[in-house]
């Protein structure tokens, strides 16, 4: 089993900053991934940025500039810097772990940033 939980949502005005943490446990022998990814009401879920076992990033277009995604020196956390945030920004973001030789995947609980003054 594994288990991710998250932390770091919130309110914020636009232009602030906000970090969120997603910290993996239990049977996670291989990450091969680890990412984010956000669904905004009456949208398909996408992704945000997803960071690979060999260190590489990937950022979805509209956050690139804006957003950092990192992770800890054991590579069992995963954050998501967040800066310049905008109005639609403003969505459930859930964290996401690729595991083990068939690349399975596991959703964290999902965590509300809401962007508005």
């Known amino acids: 089993q594994v288990q991710l939980v998250e932390s770091g949502g919130g309110l914020v005005q636009p232009g602030g900053s906000l970090r969120l943490s997603c910290a993996a446990s239990?049977?996670?022998?291989?990450?091969?991934?680890m990412g984010w990814y956000r669904q905004a009401l009456g949208k398909q879920r996408e992704l945000v940025a997803n960071?690979?076992?060999?260190?590489?990033?990937n950022y979805a277009s509209s956050v690139k500039d804006r957003f950092t995604i990192s992770r800890d020196n054991a590579k069992t956390t995963v954050y998501l810097q967040m800066n310049s945030l905008k109005p639609e920004d403003t969505a459930v973001y859930y964290c996401?772990?690729?595991?083990?030789?068939?690349?399975?995947?596991?959703w964290g609980q999902g965590t509300q940033v809401t962007v508005s003054s």
């Open positions: 960071i690979t076992a060999g260190g590489t990033t």
């Open positions: 239990g049977s996670i022998f291989s990450i091969n991934v």
């Open positions: 996401s772990v690729r595991i083990g030789p068939t690349n399975r995947n596991y």
